[in-house]
């Protein structure tokens, strides 16, 4: 197996130097895996603001008629928080460990275009201040909410969003766009042209499957993102009139454009959780992923129907065909469900580890169903009229972005983290930690859903004291009070973590199956000396126990990409 | 850096590989730029289907004309996908000197069409934030002007390359990648005159 | 021995689990429902809770079972069984989610018709205004609204909301429109919403069922609206038909006599709305009385104006009543103030912001 210490020619240097020329090294690198580093730390960062301005939201919704914040103020915590968490945190963070891993899964030394990936990279910082500036503006950060609807975040006609705040966010969002895309089309081109000789298509870990599906999504509904916001920049600064009704334009359209890009939205924030859940529980059960082509077929399906159900957020609009978009609403619960299936399935007569990934993997599975679930009700129009707007869709969101995602981005950190920095995590603090945020989740949102069917609408800074909706709220808030904690609880096992030695082998876990165990943690610079031979979806596993032995050489990685095309050795 | 050593040996020049990955690259660019056009026709059909029979509004259509500086803006610009695939078929052959010279065409057609674009914002006699109409036109063909002057530092770079005689028969991808952007971005603006002149 | 007091406490653990369990369940239940068409979502989405319930169960007992029984056992370094799947059983699994679906699909479509059926008779109509950041309601005998009641209803100020007045056991049909950005008109007791958009023409009919005569309910906006969307409220007063009647019937009495002019009173409110508006082109007041106006200035922050009342429109000649004593004294976006007033003679006289006088309007004393 591949174990090679990395010769670094700083090391002779004097000290001030050597430091100034680090930095200056991570500045201007192009090397996927500083790129990775960088964005998860820097997506991790504005995860910590995000969960701040969730806290401050919880903490007015404490009391039913708090003046904690004004309505001004609060309608902007709650629009920055989402835009922070989806565009700042899930996306950035899952593109950070993609940039990390795909490249190690697929046997490649580096992304295709290095140099576009850093460029995406500084992007993303620049987009991310940019909209938190408009915390500086005198009307304050925008405040019409994530999905920015017109024409309520229109400026010259009508609507109360005339700051400057709003114009910084479509700014930032323009650039973010910009960002995601040019890294979609780098992640395509990796997966499709550096893959190592015997990684075939469908010998490729799951992870990497799910993020090429999501490259796709990004690449095919960022676009039309783009188009919104510009119509929309237009409208607010030189006098457009795209989603202005009164001069013929039209109000509607701008949530058709929307959610026709925020629906595929939804598929970029959740299947890479998806993917890290398929790498973890395979590797504590000791099984292979059951049904992995299955699995495949299952996340394109969800891909492509994904494009196809953007009018169910529009159900109470009134101007949708609702049994089309109800139908294909429903049918995307069927790959969902094939896919939890495998899951179980593949747990089933394991031997399982309970590591705190595999906790996360596990408490992924438990409560993300409860997102999966109650988004059927949703799918029904008539129920839909009832529920859309009230906190049953904060609740369901957040069980499948809190749950779901978060919660695989937490497993990929406790996974991952010996791969990336040869440290691990200290475990019993992670279960300590997990505990925090599986308690934490299903208080925080389980009450949203009764509060919901209720009748409490959503995005409202005082509520009505009826239908116990006091109770409700603060079982939330205490709920978001622990998860706080929790997530101190991880920031402390992090930053004690580095004062640990680098301990990590190069199967960091020992039971690795995808090709980023077969190098050392941390991997060289230039990724690996030697490569085992493909044969399967688990080649590192192969190697630990099967008939393949002889590795190849890594330079043979770099030429012929696809040379190989024959069959997997399984199923 | 030895980082930058292992890059650089990353995309050696295979011969026969029909598909290198920066045309990927840019052929995968087109296709989300085809997302984005069709997000600007769909609002402008959408505008377009409520407006009804005042289209466009009255002080609009005066200024509007197909004949005579669009239509021919509009042939410049067809014409200069077509020398800009004879440069290709050109250097397929292994025929620089044609390639280059075809190059050069296409790249002063492409400025043409540019500057006769701006000449027909000038006289338009309307402006982005006059009515609905005025804000979609001069969004789509704006956005596509940016894309054709995108287009046109694309291939000055290339017929740049071409002078330094790094475009050869065997190694040619960026002139591949030059000529399907630019053929895209020609395929919109046939769209948007037939849309915007024509249709109206 | 030592095992006893344990078993109890799983015991008792477990009747906790379960009290919890059936709270959640019985929280879960559809709410309440005045409404036909809410009768028949209820029973769908009670449908739809006991199959989530099943297959949440179900669910969530396999992936428990699976990693519990399934413990890797320390220095157990055996291999389990290398299983990479099993066709026949992957078809199975994608075939029942499959059936489930489709069926709840065909049972949405069946209750998504009846709550979107519209009734081509004439019958009581209301239009619904939706503005920032109130409600206005106006009565109409058809469905077309061309023969008004002569009724509207509209909030008194921000804090004190309007109230719907509809009667029970027939069929209204409501008009709903915007004139602002986009709201939704939501009563949580009808299981329903709708939709206000700008450009767009929104309908739909409510049958109210007759037991639920004489009560009082609370509804909202639902579509974030701006600044003071929480405050977008309303209340809905049901009656019977009869009832309903004699009230529609004095209440339009009543609003011709004051000249269908809104705020009315002794205790007038007006805001100042984005972008250069008044909420209301009219006021009225008793004659003879003082009266006071509160004026809220809600404009874009930083925008002033105030309110000032004047015997006709002062470029031609109107002499000031009340209010605002001049163009330099104003309230600025976002604050609020309050005018005095003393008693007026009878007549129509006018008021606008000094500092924007296309913000004007009529102001009625009888």
Redesign the interface.
Known sequence: MASTTEVRPEATTPEPHRRRAAIV?WLT???HKRIGVMYIGIAFFFFLLGGLLAEMIRTQLYEPDSTLFNFHRYNQLFTIHAITMIFLFVMPVTVGFANYIVPLQIGA??M???RVNAFSLWLFPVGGLLIWSGFLSPQGAASGGWTLYAPLNEKLTIGSTPGWGTDVLIMGLLILGVSS?LG???F??TI???RAPGMTMFRMPIFTWTFLATSLLL??????F???L??LF??RN?????F?PA????AI?WQ??FW?FGHPEVYILILPSMGIVSEILPVFSRKPLFGYRAFVYATLAIAMLGFGVWAHHMFTTGAVYAPFFALLTAAIAIPTGVKFFNWIATMWRGKITFTTAMLFAVGFLMIFLIGGIDGVFLGSPPIDYHLQDTYWVVSHLHFVLFGGSVFGILAAFYYWWPKITGRFLNEKVGKIHWAFMFVGTLLTFFPMHIAGLNGMVRRIANYPDINSFVLLNRMSTIGAYILGVGMLIFVGNILSSFRKPVTAAGDAWGEGNSLEWATSSPPP??NFDELPPIRSERPVFDMRHGTVHAPIAAAAA???ATADETEGTHS | ????A??A????A?RRDP????L??VI??V???C??????F??YF??RS??GSDWP?AGISEGLHAWPLPAIATTFLVLSSVTMQFAIWAIRRGDRATMLRFLKITLVLGCVFLGMQAYDYATLGFS??D???G??FF?MTG?HGAHVAGGVVFIYLMLARGWSGQITREDHTGLEAAAIYWHFVDIVWIGLFCTLYLLK | MIRKPERGRTRSTRLVVLAVGMGALLAACAPPTITDSGQKVASLYNIVLVIAIVVFVGVELAIIYNALRYRRHKNDDTLPEQTHGNNRIEVVWTLIPSLIVLALFVMSMVVLADVNHEDPNDRLTVRVTGFQWQWKFEYFKDEAATQAYGVTIEAASQTQPPTLVVPVGERIHFELESADVNHSFYVPEWLFKRDLIP?LHNSFDMTIQPRYAGNMYHGQCAELCGDFHNEMTFEVQTMTSSQFQTWIAAEAKKQAAQGGCSPNGTDLKIDAVPTIKFDTDCLAAPANQAFTIDFTNKDTTGIPHNVALYTKDPTQGGTLLGGATGISDTVTAPGSTTYKVDGLKPGTYYFQCDVHTVMNGQFVVK
């Open positions: 090294s690198t192009t090397d030394p580096d295709a275009f290095p895309l979609a089309i780098n395509l081109v499709f042209k550096m690449l095919l509904s960022m676009p039309a783009t188009a919104a510009a119509g237009i409208d030189f006098g457009g009139h795209f202005d001069a013929g334009g039209s359209m058709h454009i026709f610079a230039w770099t030429t012929g | 850096m030895s980082v930058e292992t890059h040996a990353v995309p050696t295979r598909m290198p990955a920066s990927l690259g995968l660019f296709a989300s730029e997302v984005f056009f069709a997000a600007l769909g609002a959408t505008i409520n407006a509004p982005i934030h009515t609905v109409f804000t979609t969004t956005f | 450009g």
